[in-house]
Each structure stands twice: as C-alpha cells, then as structure tokens.
C-alpha cells in the first residue's frame, strides 16, 4: 500500500478505534458525558467509514445524501444542546463538517471518502481548518503534564462527569480524562486530515 491507500488505512484505524473507545465509555459513563461519548462514538465511527479506500468498497451513489442526513441530524441534536454548555459546540462544528466533506462528494462528483472535494468552498474548508487547527493546538497542550504541589505529575483539563453508570464500575482506563483527550484530539487530527484533503 502507498500514498493515498495508506493514508486511508491509517485514518481508518485511528478513527475507528477513537469511536469504539467513546462507544465503551458512552456505556460505562453517566448523564451529559455519556451523551457526549456517544456523539463521539457516532463521530469516530462516520470518519472511518468516510475514510475507507475506494479499492475496498464504492458505496452507491445515494450513500452520500444518507450521510449528511445523519449529520445533519447530529447537528441539530447538537444546535438544541449547545445551551447546555460542555462539549455541545465542538459537536456541532464536527457534525457541520462531516455534513460538508459529504456533500462534495455528492454523486455528481463520483468520488469516494474525504478526497472528492470537487465542489468544497474554500472559504469554509478554511474556517473549518482553522478552528480544527486551534482546537487541535489547545488539545495538545492540555496533555502536556504539570507538576503539582505533591511533586506527581497531574495533566491539565479533562472532562466533566465521567461517574461510572449504575452497570458497574469502570475499569481505570475508561474514565481516565486524558484517554477522553486524547481520543478527541486523535479525532480532530483525523478532520484536519480530511479537510486538506477536499
């Protein structure tokens, strides 16, 4: 596999794993940060999907209308929630952009995953760069870890509620506020990817 093949690999395994990770904290999580892991599940899901190569699969021509239905439908879920704070607006940029890599790729253009672009704006794949560009740079840096006053290592940020369910507890990993950064981040890296790519 070389050039765009493996690119397309590589972006389906990162965003399928970054979904199946939301999928498992959605189900071990409770109130608003299960709502937002499972957004995120959808989310990680929908970009592998769009990342598969066209060697593997061509979908028919009105796949694509059916997947900007869904975002679509995720963003107005989104648009409703946003008042609620949290999360609610990066899902809304991530669902209208997901809406939008569809819709060059529209039947009329013939192509397959994130690569069609043959009638994107370049106005709002700029926009769309830039906020996912500052979203990725802020994410980073939340990563980076900071001393406390114990003298441990302790990483900035993180998310909120993340309560196992009443199913159990969960295992450590799951409900780490990092692993929620880093698989939002790995998700963001994956966009930026696909928009250069339109």
């Known amino acids: 596999m070389h050039g765009p093949a493996l690119s397309a690999w590589l ?3 990162l965003c ?3 979904g199946a990770y939301c999928l498992l904290r959605a189900r071990r999580c409770a109130g608003e940060e299960r709502g937002a892991a499972a957004g995120e599940a959808v989310m990680g899901f929908g970009m592998a999907a769009m990342a598969l ?3 593997v699969a061509t979908p028919p021509s009105w796949w694509w209308s059916v997947y900007a239905a869904v975002f679509g439908a995720a963003a107005l879920h ?3 929630s946003v008042r609620r704070g949290g999360h609610h607006l990066h899902h809304l940029v991530g669902s209208l952009a997901m809406v939008y890599m569809a819709w060059p790729v529209h039947p009329a253009h013939g192509a397959h995953g994130s690569g069609g672009g043959g009638g994107s704006a370049p106005l709002v794949t700029a926009v769309l760069l ?5 979203y990725v740079l802020r994410s980073g840096a939340r ?3 900071v001393t406390v006053s114990t003298g441990a290592p302790a990483v900035v940020g993180g998310t909120a509620s993340t309560a196992p369910s009443a199913g ?3 295992p450590a990993w799951v409900v780490r506020p990092e692993f929620t950064l880093v698989c939002r981040l790995s998700m963001a890296l994956a966009m ?4 250069v790519a339109l």
Request: hydrophobic content about 65%; overall charge neutral; glycine content about 8%.
């Open 53 to 55: 190569p066209a060697a």
């Open 11 to 13: 972006m389906l395994t």
């Open 130 to 134: 830039l906020y996912y560009v500052a």
């Open 192 to 195: 930026l990817a696909m928009l």
């Open 143 to 145: 990563l980076v870890p």
């Open 78 to 80: 989104a648009l409703v």
């Open 16 to 18: 399928g794993a970054s």
């Open 168 to 170: 159990g507890p969960a």
